[in-house]
């Protein structure tokens, strides 16, 4: 099945690159017209996990340059002593200010070269790598390698259609709808079936625009949100995104690929779906805008013990995901403020997608004591939020948020924390004897941050 899949893929991009170089002759570059830009047809800035920036202040000829900075306090209800925020891709430390992430870099175009990166400092440079398992495999230490990039790639773009692009390095992966950095989200927090997909790729990347309205997009990658292989399997992948008028966006992520250490029998599929409607836009009224999305996640694992039958048994227990998530989203007084409510709800009988919580500094690769993440062992959850947004500046948004998260199991950090007293002790994620995690089963927290985009 993987050799087929990867034949398709391989035959399409070959194609495509002979393509471009048929259009590309002497003879084409005569009589080719300018192409227009992708999606450049309307204002798609209300989109969720989309920046609003409409002048960016560090462009030139050859780098547009961009600073993000996102900082935070949260007020967690259950007030663990430890600080530590438990099963967050975008958060980690409570009653405390910070850094959440600070990017410097930008996009690099000469000619028709491209390139672009972006470093990620603060704490986003620990909590990104620790929830990748396959650097234990191997050498040479990837962890520490590309904790400092978010996104770092280069690549060329052809004026076929309305654009072709084939990058390589590290890039976004924008499974799940919402953005990895937050400034380009309705929300703080993301449900789960965002929090717990891919944020990144590391692999090859070939975009098509076969018009101004649809783009095409197939990836060739180490795996899911890994920065090597967990086996000997890469990860393939399409995304398709379409956007008829400025009011309509319909994105399709499809997943092919093994991402299990040590299960080289096991594979992965996995399919991410959403649409958004901005139903209302009337930018003088005192309501200038609302709009809704509406997100559908569904994957499953098979092989080497476990099926994606959702009847389970002893000798081949059900590995599964089924998520949902949907916000609506008000804009008051020309959008200076704005209000979005929503939420979502997940099946995992497997716990194969749950973030491992850091007990004792544990990560994916070690898994954590006082929570198991074995084939069988289930997982339920759902949340719900109110954030307020104001906007007074298209470069900055200042965010204030209510989150509660409840799930069957206990794994959010209660009063006790999932420190052990002197702090973690070596190995990372081992049993500490005399101490046992505090998990519980709901969460309720504030969170408030400031978000700068130049």
């Not at 202040?57 to 996102?70: I, R």
């Not at 994957?299 to 227990?317: H, I, M, R």
Request: charged share 15%.
């Amino acid at each position: 099945m993987f050799r087929r899949l990867f034949l398709r893929q391989t035959l399409c991009i070959l194609s495509l690159l002979f393509i471009t170089h048929i259009a590309h002759s002497d003879e084409a570059k005569v009589t080719a017209p300018k192409t227009a830009e992708p999606f450049a047809f309307a204002d798609f800035t209300w989109l969720n996990g989309n920046s609003r920036q409409t002048q960016f202040p560090l462009d030139s000829k050859y780098f547009t340059g961009q600073f993000s900075l996102d900082t935070n306090y949260i007020a967690d209800f259950n007030r663990p002593k430890d600080h530590t925020l438990v099963g967050s891709t975008n958060s980690g430390r409570t009653s405390e200010f910070q850094v959440e992430q600070l990017g410097v870099g930008g996009d690099f175009h000469v000619d028709n070269v491209r390139g672009r990166l972006m470093t990620q400092f603060g704490m986003y440079s620990t909590m990104t790598p620790r929830n990748d398992a396959s650097p234990s495999r191997g050498q040479w230490d990837m962890i520490n390698a590309y904790r400092y990039i978010s996104e770092a790639y280069g690549g060329y773009h052809w004026d076929v259609w309305n654009g072709i692009n084939l990058d390589a390095g590290i890039f976004m992966s924008y499974i799940g709808l919402c953005s990895y950095y937050n400034y380009e989200n309705w929300v703080y927090q993301m449900s789960y079936v965002s929090a717990n997909t891919p944020w990144f790729f590391n692999g090859l990347r070939l975009q098509t625009f076969p018009s101004d309205q649809l783009k095409v997009e197939l990836w060739l990658i180490n795996g899911w949100q890994s920065y090597g292989m967990f086996d000997e399997t890469p990860g393939v992948g399409t995304q398709i995104l379409w956007r008829p008028t400025g009011s309509l966006s319909f994105v399709s992520n499809e997943y092919y690929g093994a991402d299990t250490l040590n299960q080289t029998n096991r594979t992965r599929v996995h399919s991410d779906d959403s649409i958004q409607v901005k139903y209302y836009d009337k930018p003088t009224q005192a309501i200038s805008k609302a709009a809704f999305s509406f997100t559908v996640d569904a994957g499953c694992e098979y092989g080497d013990g476990v099926s994606c039958s959702t009847g389970s048994s002893a000798s081949s227990p059900s590995q599964y995901f089924f998520g949902v998530m949907a916000y609506n989203r008000v804009w008051f007084d020309r959008d200076l403020y704005a209000v979005t409510l929503g939420g979502g709800a997940i099946n995992n009988p497997g716990r194969y997608l749950v973030l491992t919580p850091p007990v004792n500094g544990a990560t994916a690769a070690t898994g954590a004591p006082g929570f198991t993440q074995n084939p069988g062992d289930g997982f339920h959850a759902w949340d719900s939020s109110v954030t307020f947004d104001y906007m007074p500046s298209q470069f900055i948004t200042f965010r204030l948020e209510f989150d509660h998260r409840e799930s069957d199991v206990p794994y959010f950090a209660g009063s006790g924390g999932v420190t052990p007293p002197g702090g973690n002790q070596t190995p990372a994620g081992s049993v500490v004897p005399g101490f046992t995690p505090d998990l519980v089963k709901s969460e309720s927290r504030v969170n408030a941050a400031m978000m700068v985009r130049l």
